[in-house]
């Protein structure tokens, strides 16, 4: 895979705002590894609006800014835009001119569940967002202790025009057996359509990009191809199309993974 190919619209490499780099160093890092494997443009998504942290857009925005130009300093060929990861709550809607989109007009909105549960209000948000001609991307939907008892509940939030993101690190195995499972299955049902690293300075949270699209290359049916086009195009708000989309697996036992 060429170098400084791919495109990365989930990755929490600023320092000092959430759980993701406690310092400049560990960013720095983190942008190395991200360039050895393979990725040359990052949406810096820091945790807004979730238990723990609040990274107000102005604040982001002047942390990328400061970020890339001590990597233009350093001459590490990373280009980082600014993003948020969004946890779902019930001020998503009064909070609007706060949130950043995965692209700068805002058409797709990068939006996190809670991981052992999907609340009751989650359709009333889609409608309010998709009503604003926004589309909510859900990251990491696989690793939804709900929805992989339930993967049905993916399914039904893709029919009303959902997208949702995979991470990498489940493709390739990190996380267990039974979420590279369920990430494989939302892969072929059309329930996923891009790939991202979601990576920290933690264990076993690396980038793993370039094994995620070997995977997926694995998996065939132009997989790979059709995931690395529709990152960028998700990056500059351009429509991603989904064809064909498949019922998963029926009801399993619920479990944390």
Known sequence: MKKNKLVDIHCHILPRLDDGSPSLAKSIELARQAVADGIGTILATPHHMDRHYTNH?????????????????????????????????????????DLMGIDEGRKYLLLELPHEMVPSYLDEIIFQLNSRGITPVIAHPERNARIIAEPEILYNLVKQGVLAQVTATSLVGTFGKQVQKTAKEFVKCGLVQVVASDAHVLKNREFS???AYQVLTDMGSNYSENFQQNARDLLNGDDVSVEVIKIPRKKRKFGLF
Do not use: C, Y
């Open 57 to 97: 857009a102005l604040s982001v925005q002047k942390a990328v800014e400061s970020f890339q130009a001590e990597l233009d300093r350093r001459g590490i060929d990373l280009q980082i835009f600014p993003g948020q990861e969004i946890h779902l709550n019930g001020e998503i809607i009064a909070n609007l001119d």
């Open 209 to 211: 990009m370039t094994k």
